[in-house]
C-alpha cells in the first residue's frame, strides 16, 4: 500500500488530533479484542470499566454507567434512543438548539421521533425562551451542547435541566468536544452542575486517544436497560450497544490516554490550547477581520470566500461555520508555529489581493 496517512502539520478543521504515545502503543496491543463480546474478552471488558469510571470522575457522576462507543454520533443516537423508549406517547419529540451536532438529525430519522430545533441567541447560545415554548407533555429529550462544533459555546445546561424536568424530559449533554477541557473552566456543565441525564465524551479528540474511541455516559444503569437486547449466542447475554462488534484499540486506548494525562495533563493542554486560540483570534483582530471570541479553544472568523479557497490551495485543511466564517480549531497538533505560518500564508495572500493588476493600456 502506497498512499499514507493524513499528516496534522496543516490541520486547523478537525476536532480529532494524533494519539498520545502511549494511547497508541495500547491500542496496538488491544487490536484484536472485541469488547461487544465481554463474556469471550474479559481483559478488554474490564479496561472498559475503567474507562467509564475515569470519565465519570471527569464529567462529575460518582457512579458512572455507559460504554466506550464509535464517537458522538453513536452516543448521541443512543441517548435520543433512551429517550423515546422511556415516554409512552406514540409522537415523541427532541428539543435542541441550533447548534448540535447533525447526528441528531440521522437519530431523528432512523428513531422515528420529531425534531423541534430552537435557535441560538446573540452569544451563538441555546435561547432558553425558544426551548421553552417548544417543549411539551410529549417532550421526551432536550438537548444542550457543551462545547458546539461551530463556535465552542456552552449551552445554559442547568437552565435547560429545570426546563427538561418540567416536562418530565430527559436531559442530554453532547460534550463529545469540549469535555476535555470544561474541567478546567469555570462553566457549569456535567452531571455534578445539573439534572443530566446522559452524556456524549470522546476520549478521542481532546482526550488524545486513538479513533475510534467516542463515550456514553447515563446516570443511572437502568437507563441503559432501555438499549438491552439479548444476545443468545455469546457468552454474555444481553448488550446495550448500538454496534455489536466494538473496538478493543480503543477501550484501550481511551484508559492510556487518561491514565497518563487526567488531570494535570489534560489541564496544561487545556492552557496551552486557549492561548493559542487567543493568540489566533488577536492576530485575525489586529489585520481587519471580524472575529467571535473564542470562549473555547476555537477561532471563527469572517474571512471572505476567495481567501479561505486560496488557503485550502495551500494545503490547509480548514472548514467554514454555517454562514461561511472560517473555522480553526486548537487541537493538541496545533502549534504557535503552525499558527503563525498559517497567518503569514494570510498576510501573504491580503498583499497580493491588494496589489492593482497593471493595464493594457
Known amino acids: 500500500m502506497q498512499i499514507e ?8 478543521s478537525s476536532m480529532c488530533t494524533e494519539p498520545h504515545p502511549v494511547a497508541r502503543e495500547a491500542a496496538e496491543r488491544f487490536l484484536a479484542t472485541n469488547p461487544g463480546d465481554p463474556g469471550t474478552y474479559p481483559s478488554v471488558s474490564a479496561l472498559e470499566e475503567e474507562a467509564i469510571e475515569t470519565l465519570g470522575e ?24 433512551i429517550a423515546r423508549n422511556r415516554v409512552a406517547t406514540r409522537t415523541p419529540n427532541v428539543v435542541m438548539p441550533e447548534s448540535a451536532h447533525f447526528s441528531f438529525q440521522k437519530a431523528a ?16 447560545r441555546a435561547d432558553l425562551e425558544a426551548v421553552r415554548s417548544s417543549v411539551d407533555e410529549e417532550t ?25 424536568r418540567s416536562v418530565d424530559a430527559m436531559l442530554h449533554v453532547d ?47 437502568t437507563l441503559l436497560d432501555e438499549l438491552a437486547v439479548d444476545t443468545p449466542y455469546l457468552e454474555s447475554t444481553s448488550q446495550a450497544t448500538l454496534t455489536g462488534t466494538r473496538s478493543g484499540a480503543g477501550v484501550a486506548s481511551a484508559v492510556a490516554a487518561m491514565d497518563e494525562l487526567w488531570p494535570d495533563g489534560y489541564r496544561r493542554q487545556y492552557v496551552r490550547a486557549q492561548n ?11 489585520r481587519g477581520y471580524d472575529v467571535v471570541e473564542p470562549t473555547l479553544p476555537l477561532v471563527a ?15 490547509w485543511r480548514i472548514s ?42
Request: proline share 6%; with cysteine.
Open 5 to 12: 496517512p493524513q499528516a496534522f502539520d496543516r490541520v486547523l
Open 58 to 81: 471527569v464529567a462529575g457522576l460518582e457512579e458512572p454507567a455507559g460504554y466506550i462507543a464509535s464517537g458522538g454520533t453513536e452516543a448521541n443516537i443512543q441517548a435520543v434512543r
Open 109 to 124: 430519522d432512523v428513531l422515528g421521533v420529531e425534531l423541534r430545533i430552537v435557535p441560538t441567541d446573540e452569544t451563538h
Open 140 to 164: 421526551a429529550l432536550v438537548v444542550g451542547v457543551a462545547g458546539t462544533t461551530e463556535y465552542g459555546r456552552v449551552d445554559p445546561i442547568p437552565e435547560l435541566g429545570e426546563i427538561a
Open 175 to 221: 460534550a463529545a468536544w469540549g469535555g476535555f477541557v470544561l474541567p478546567f473552566t469555570d462553566y457549569e456543565w456535567h452531571f455534578g452542575h445539573a439534572p443530566v441525564d446522559t452524556m456524549a465524551i470522546d476520549p478521542h479528540k481532546m482526550g488524545q486517544a486513538a479513533i475510534p474511541a467516542g463515550g456514553l455516559l447515563a446516570r443511572s444503569s
Open 276 to 286: 493559542n486560540a487567543e493568540w489566533l483570534a488577536d492576530a485575525l483582530e489586529k
Open 301 to 315: 472568523a469572517d474571512v471572505p470566500r476567495s481567501t479561505f479557497d486560496a488557503l485550502r490551495a495551500k494545503g
Open 320 to 361: 467554514r461555520t454555517g454562514t461561511g466564517e472560517l473555522r480553526v480549531v486548537c487541537m493538541p497538533h496545533v502549534t504557535r508555529e503552525m499558527l503563525a505560518s498559517f497567518v503569514g500564508d494570510l498576510d501573504r495572500l491580503e498583499v497580493r489581493a491588494s496589489v492593482p493588476v497593471a493595464s493594457d493600456d
